[in-house]
């Protein structure tokens, strides 16, 4: 339904391999959870997505 409503679909919750490849037969368009990463704190992100080489932000638009 969000599809034909031009929406993207988030699933969230998602823990395990079998979990993402089942929401990527559904299309679905993005998915977030334990599979990908555990809490943490807003510093210890902001440091990761700095030193990971596949993201590229402004580091003056991340405010900690």
């Not at 969000?2 to 919750?13: D, S």
């Not at 510093?43 to 638009?61: A, C, H, P, T, V």
Request: with cysteine; glycine share 4%.
């Amino acid at each position: 339904m969000a599809h034909a409503l031009e929406l993207k679909v988030v699933a969230e919750g998602v823990e395990t391999k079998a979990q993402l490849d089942f929401l990527k037969g559904l299309d679905c368009d993005y998915a977030q959870g334990y599979y990908f990463a555990r809490p943490d704190t807003k510093e210890n992100i902001i440091q990761w997505l700095l030193e990971e080489k596949k993201y590229s932000f402004n580091k003056d638009r991340l405010r900690e």
